[in-house]
C-alpha cells in the first residue's frame, strides 16, 4: 500500500518493519510519513515515502489523498470531477498546497513557509489555491501571498547550501503547510476520511474485497457495502487510539472471516455480501516467501526456537526470497496467472537451483531418503500444502513414484513441484 507493490525504497520498508513490529498506532506512523523527523531514530526511513515522490506534486498529491484518505482527485485535476460532485478543482489544489513547500535538499526533506499553488479553471480563469483538506475545511495560512525580500531569499541559500555541506537536514520553518495536513486530517468532524480509509483497506485486505470498492472512491456517490459496519469500525479504531493489530484481530476473529470459500447451494453471491470467502492470489512477497517455506527440509528446523530466534528466522526467509519477488506479479482484483509466471516454474533455471534443488536443506534432498512412499507422499504434502494428503492424493502420487522407481529423485522433484504450481498453493483460500 504505501510501496506500491514493490521493495522501492528500502529505508521506508525498514521503517515500516519496525513501526508494525512495535504496533505503532496507524495516525502516529501518518504522521511520522508526511512529518518526518531525519534525527530521530524512532522515525529513521520514513521520510523515503514523500522524498520518493517529492519530483512529482501532482502525483504525491493524488497518492497521499488515495494511501490515506480512500480519495482519487487526480481527475479533479484539470476540471471539476466530470461524475463526482464531491471533487473540485479546489480539493486537488487545496491538497497540493499542502506540500508546495516542501523540496529535496542534498537528499534531505526541507520545507519553506511560504509559497503559492495557482491553476486555471476550465474557462480560463486564473485561480490562487488555498491549502484546504478534502472535506473542504481551508487551513489559515500566516504567510499568504507574501513575498520574501531579496535578503531572506539570500539567507535561505545559504542556510540550504550549509546543510548540503554538512549533510544535515535544514531546519524546520516556523510554519508547517504539512503539519497543518495531520492537523486537520486529525481532528473530529474531518468527514472521517482518514479512520474509514484505512479500515476500507484492511477490510479489503483481510477479505479480499472492500466495503467500499474501488478502494479509492470513496465518495458519496458511492456508497459502502455496509455502512453502519464500517462507521462503527472507523469509530472503534479512533476510540482505541488508531491500533491496527486490535482491528486485524477483529476482523480474523469474525464469523464472515471463518467461511468456506466453497458456497453449498447453487452460484455464489456477490462479493459485497461477503457471505462465502474469496479466493485471493498471494501477493509476490507471500508467493517468494512461501516457496522458501514449503521447499525446506522440515527436519533441518530445531523443533523448538524461542520467539527472537523464530522472528530472526522468518525475517532471513523473506529477505533471500526479495529477488524472486520482482519475478512475479503484484495481484490485482481480476488476476489471472500470466504467461511470463508460467514459464518461470516450467523452465527456470533458478526454480530448478533454488527451489528443486536436493541437497542442503532442501525438502527433494529429505524426500528421496524416505523409502516407504506413503510417508514420503505425506511428507511433500504437509511441507507444501500444510495438510493430510487425501485417499485419492496418495494414490495418484504413489503410483507415479513406483512408476519413476528407477528415477527416484526426479520423481521427488517432480511431486513437489506439482504441489507447488497447483492452485491450492498460488491462491489463498
Known amino acids: 500500500m504505501l510501496m506500491g507493490g514493490n521493495n522501492r525504497g528500502r529505508s521506508l520498508n525498514d521503517y515500516l518493519t519496525r513501526a508494525l513490529k512495535e504496533n505503532r498506532p496507524w495516525d502516529r506512523i501518518f504522521r511520522d510519513l508526511v512529518l518526518p523527523d531525519e534525527n530521530d531514530p524512532a522515525k529513521k526511513g520514513a521520510g523515503e515515502f514523500l522524498r520518493s515522490r517529492i519530483m512529482d506534486l501532482d502525483r504525491l498529491t493524488a497518492e497521499v489523498s488515495v494511501v490515506f484518505f480512500g480519495v482519487n482527485v487526480s481527475c479533479a485535476q484539470c476540471h471539476d470531477h466530470p461524475k463526482v460532485d464531491d471533487w473540485k478543482q479546489d480539493h486537488f489544489y487545496g491538497m497540493k498546497a499542502f506540500f508546495s513547500r516542501t523540496f529535496d535538499n542534498g537528499g534531505f526533506l526541507a520545507e519553506r513557509e511560504y509559497g503559492e499553488v ?109 455502512p453502519e459496519l464500517l462507521q462503527w469500525l472507523a469509530r472503534d479504531l479512533v476510540e482505541h487510539h488508531y491500533d491496527l493489530r486490535r ?12 467461511r468456506s470459500s466453497r458456497y453449498p447451494t447453487g452460484p455464489a453471491p456477490r462479493p459485497d455480501l461477503f457471505a462465502v470467502a474469496r479466493v485471493r492470489p498471494l501477493t509476490p512477497m507471500q508467493l517468494a516467501t512461501s516457496l522458501r517455506l514449503a521447499t525446506t527440509d522440515p527436519s533441518s ?66 524426500l528421496k531418503q524416505i523409502q516407504e512412499t506413503k510417508v514420503l507422499v505425506d511428507v511433500a504434502m504437509r511441507n507444501v500444502l500444510s495438510r493430510a494428503a487425501t485417499e485419492e492424493e496418495q494414490r495418484l502420487l504413489g503410483d507415479y513414484l513406483k512408476r519413476r522407481a528407477d528415477r527416484r529423485v526426479e520423481a521427488c522433484r517432480q511431486v513437489v513441484w506439482a504441489l507447488l504450481t497447483g492452485s491450492e498453493f498460488r491462491f489463498n483460500y
Open 301 to 366: 528446523l530445531p523443533a523448538s526456537l524461542k520467539l527472537e530466534e523464530f522472528e530472526k528466522r522468518i525475517e532471513q526467509t523473506e529477505n533471500s526470497a526479495r529477488g524472486f519477488a520482482r519475478d512475479f506479479e503484484q495481484p490485482g482484483d481480476d488476476f489471472q496467472v500470466s504467461v511470463t509466471e508460467a514459464l518461470l516454474f516450467s523452465n527456470s533455471e533458478r526454480m530448478q537451483r533454488d527451489v528443486l534443488a536436493d541437497g542442503g536443506d532442501r525438502l527433494v534432498g529429505r
Open 118 to 226: 495557482r491553476f486555471k479553471t476550465t474557462k480560463g480563469q486564473e485561480k490562487l489555491a488555498k491549502m484546504m483538506f478534502l472535506s473542504g475545511r481551508a487551513v489559515d495560512d500566516p504567510a499568504g501571498t507574501r513575498k520574501p525580500s531579496g535578503e531572506e531569499q539570500r539567507k535561505e541559500r545559504e542556510q540550504l547550501e550549509a546543510a548540503k555541506r554538512k549533510r544535515q537536514p535544514p531546519p524546520a520553518p516556523k510554519f508547517s503547510a504539512r503539519a497543518k495536513l495531520v492537523e486537520t486530517a486529525l481532528q473530529p468532524g474531518q468527514g472521517d476520511f482518514f479512520a474509514r480509509a484505512i479500515v476500507n483497506r484492511m477490510w479489503h485486505r483481510v477479505f479480499g474485497h472492500g466495503l467500499v470498492m474501488p478502494l479509492d472512491q470513496m465518495h458519496s456517490a458511492n456508497e459502502p457495502s455496509h
Open 247 to 258: 482491528l486485524v484481530r477483529g476482523l480474523v476473529l469474525s464469523k464472515a472471516y471463518s
